[in-house]
T-cell receptor
Framework: GESVGLHLPTLSVQEGDNSIINCAYS??????FIWYKQESGKGPQFIIDIRSNMDKRQGQRVTVLLNKTVKHLSLQIAATQPGDSAVYFCAETPLGNTGKLIFGQGTTLQVKP | SQTIHQWPATLVQPVGSPLSLECTVEGTSNPNLYWYRQAAGRGLQLLFYSVGIGQISSEVPQNLSASRPQDRQFILSSKKLLLSDSGFYLC????????????????FGAGSRLTVL
């Protein structure tokens, strides 16, 4: 069946360092892959997405890489800040780009001052 | 601009009691609406989604039900809560454009934390 999972449950980084959060997926027929950030006690917030026909997309301080050969997705955060501390989820959209996202389990990012 | 409201934010209920969580969306029409559940330390599981008034699709068999009495209102209910119903419930909507995104992005509410004792 379909599944989206994360490699590590918790990632601890020093403030100012770069962070890399990884995600593996199993469904090759997804339209988009999306990263969400969830702060404690809040709903997830959209960060960035990448279409399945791309391999890299950059945003403000974030870069998403997609490797379809090994079905791997990563989120890179440059110059990590304390405000980046949160749980990060990858999600995929089934073919047809519906809103029925399939979420991974989440990686907790802890930023040390 | 579009906003999504969800309430109550926190709820403590005894086993066997009923449940009603409400979600409303403002600033858009005919949105797709979703209820997700997030168990502690886990990812998000899609429970229900709706593409229009009175149209509800259930994704997983469970003790809960959903209704959409109005275009921008989505309600999650239970007649008798179980301990396993505890969790963080998130309402979301899609159909609007998120700048810089081509995906059918979900916008989530702030969530309702349910504890069943």
């Amino acid at each position: 069946g379909e599944s989206v999972g994360l490699h590590l449950p918790t990632l601890s980084v020093q403030e100012g360092d770069n962070s890399i959060i990884n995600c593996a997926y199993s469904n090759s027929a997804s339209d988009y892959f999306i990263w969400y950030k969830q702060e404690s006690g809040k709903g997830p917030q959209f960060i960035i997405d990448i279409r399945s026909n791309m391999d890299k997309r950059q945003g403000q301080r974030v870069t998403v890489l997609l490797n379809k050969t090994v079905k791997h997705l990563s989120l890179q955060i440059a110059a990590t800040q304390p405000g980046d501390s949160a749980v990060y989820f990858c999600a995929e959209t089934p073919l047809g780009n519906t809103g029925k996202l399939i979420f991974g389990q989440g990686t907790t990012l802890q930023v040390k001052p | 601009s579009q906003t999504i409201h969800q309430w109550p934010a926190t709820l403590v209920q005894p086993v066997g009691s009923p449940l009603s969580l409400e979600c409303t969306v403002e600033g858009t029409s005919n949105p797709n609406l979703y209820w997700y559940r997030q168990a502690a330390g886990r990812g998000l599981q899609l429970l229900f989604y709706s593409v229009g008034i009175g149209q509800i699709s259930s994704e997983v068999p469970q003790n809960l039900s959903a209704s959409r009495p109005q275009d921008r209102q989505f309600i999650l209910s239970s007649k008798k809560l179980l301990l396993s119903d505890s969790g963080f419930y998130l309402c979301a909507w899609s159909g609007g454009k998120v700048p810089g995104s081509g995906a059918n992005v979900l916008t989530f509410g702030a969530g309702s934390r349910l504890t069943v004792l």
